[in-house]
């Protein structure tokens, strides 16, 4: 195959080129670096998969090789149904290989001839390569794709190109300054400034929808950061710089799984014409909503002109928050929509919805202080699990049973009922369940409903309880599915407590009934 030469030292023999290669030509001769057996390929894929690779490499992520498997069949079978150009890896893939074992020809001072023979180590880039050995090697035998598109992507890969910098007689110490440089010394790109960018622009197509929902989220994060009425006014970092409370990438990010089909700004892509005009009352919800959390916790935000924010207003409480205001509507609720589009025509928030989610947010009034104080136990956490679990804490004193109890123990105090309802709900969340594991990839228990103590049993150290409820939980299908679906299954408990209310967790037997859903 042709390259071209970009760089070349006369005395050392080495040289820098530029080639166009066939995924088929490095099938067989690509050798992934490992830790033994450093002069010799390596034909054991497994072994390649689970060793550490010692020298400059990094170490071979399974998680990571199989999300570029599905984008590698995802974006070819895109191309094929005309949805957008496939563009797989247009960044180059480093090699490094030696001319006593691959033929060099020399034509000229800028071209030559090579090829591929043996030994050809990948100094960047082993992820992409390796997925793609593994989609190759595994299409025929894939029961998800149909005998068409198994032909089609089967062949895109036979004629599939890598664009590659390829090192000729680099040794590996030299290799691994190569390394090195590229993914260590050069500036990652701001995630802001990709939602910046790649948020900027509507198409009207629905196949578009997936760039359209970045475009309708990252216009929310902005609307946030100017209406004067938001208590992020001017406080979001735009491009992810300057000052503020939370970033614009981390605003986009939150914000975009309430456009899943689940979700309250969830749209029908069959309709025709769609228009992000249709969807502007979007920003009056997300601005009236965080209006009613300064307004019902003003002492909790930071000071006039503070440049830090506080736990409720930086990203732990923001993504929670968030999260919250998408559990208080359902995404059909023709009357609180109409509220709000009426609201967003006279470009004011709107009052009705406002009073709406102040009514419903009352009870953590009497919580703020354990919720948003600097004492909160979330104060000094972060992440999508702290996240998650501020969210369910939330949920948790909004949906806090009504002291549902049998007639058999209609006495029992509120705050016992209280402190079963807490001590159980924590116990979903943290412990797995045998009869929700084999539903689906994985679940989250969200929270539990209709909760009820059937029956309450004094012990020598404490007391035993039975209560029923539903489990409300989401399901998620696969890797790549962020979302998920919520169910709710019918649920009993049989449990032990201490004198001091604490729940014995060894004791605990949950009886989840999925045999509506599942045989």
Same mark, same amino acid.
């Given at each position: ?183 260590? *010394? ?229 705050? *016992? ?103």
């Amino acid at each position: 195959m042709k390259a071209f030469i970009q760089h070349r030292d006369n005395k050392g023999g080495k040289m820098v080129l530029q080639s166009l290669v066939r995924f088929m030509d490095l099938k067989g001769s690509v050798v992934f670096t490992s830790k033994t057996n450093l002069n010799k390929p390596i034909d054991d894929k497994k072994r390649i998969t689970e060793e550490s690779l010692s020298f400059y490499q990094r170490r071979i992520n399974l998680t990571r090789i199989s999300e570029i498997e599905n984008f590698i069949v995802n974006s070819i079978l895109d191309e094929k149904d005309g949805i957008i150009l496939a563009t797989l890896f247009p960044s180059s893939m480093i090699l490094a290989i030696n001319e006593e074992e691959n033929s060099i020809r020399v034509e000229g001072d800028d071209v030559c001839e090579i090829s591929f023979d043996k030994n050809v180590f990948i100094v960047d880039g082993q992820h992409r390569m390796l997925a793609m050995l593994r989609v190759y090697d595994k299409i025929d035998r894939n029961s998800q794709l149909s005998g068409e598109d198994k032909s089609y992507v089967k062949q895109y890969i036979e004629n599939y190109k890598f664009n590659c910098t390829v090192l000729l007689n680099y040794d590996l110490w030299e290799q691994g300054q190569v390394f090195i440089n590229v993914n260590f *010394k050069q500036k990652p790109v701001n995630k802001s400034l990709y939602y910046e960018i790649f948020g900027s622009e509507y198409r009207e197509n629905k196949s578009d929808w997936k760039r359209n929902k970045i475009y309708l989220a990252h216009c929310l994060a902005k609307v946030l950061n100017e209406h004067p009425e938001s208590p992020y006014y001017k406080k979001i970092k735009m491009l992810g710089t300057g000052v503020g409370y939370i970033s614009q990438a981390f605003v986009v990010e939150t914000l975009l799984p309430h456009f899943s089909l689940n979700g309250i700004w969830s749209i029908d892509t069959n309709k025709e014409n769609l228009m992000p005009s249709d969807y502007t009352y979007f920003a009056t919800e997300l601005v009236s909503f965080f209006h009613v959390i300064f307004r019902m916790f003003p002492s909790y935000w930071p000071e006039e002109g503070a440049t830090k924010g506080t736990l409720i207003c930086k990203t732990t409480g923001f993504g929670a928050l968030s999260k919250l205001m998408g559990s208080l509507r359902d995404s059909d609720d023709d009357v609180l929509i109409a509220l709000l589009k009426e609201s967003n025509s006279h470009n004011e928030l709107c009052k009705g919805y406002m009073d709406y989610v102040e009514a419903k947010l009352k009870p953590l009034l009497n919580k703020a202080k354990s919720l948003f104080g600097k004492d909160s136990i979330f104060q000094n956490n972060s992440g999508k699990a702290a996240v998650s679990k501020y969210y369910k804490q939330m949920l948790s004193i909004l949906q806090k049973p009504n002291n549902r109890v049998s007639d058999e123990i209609k006495d029992l105090k509120e705050e *016992k009922v209280d402190s079963i309802y807490e001590a159980i709900l924590d116990y979903l969340w943290n412990n797995e369940l045998d009869d929700l594991s084999c539903l689906s990839h994985h679940y989250e228990v969200e929270d539990v409903s209709d909760f009820q103590i059937d029956a309450y049993k004094p012990t020598e150290h404490g007391f035993k309880v039975t209560c029923r409820f539903f489990t409300n939980v989401s399901l998620f299908l696969d890797n790549e599915d962020e979302n998920g679906f919520m169910m709710s299954f019918p649920t009993k408990v049989n449990a032990s407590f201490d004198s001091n209310n604490e729940l014995n967790n060894e004791s605990i037997d949950v009886d989840v009934d999925t045999s509506k859903y599942f045989e």
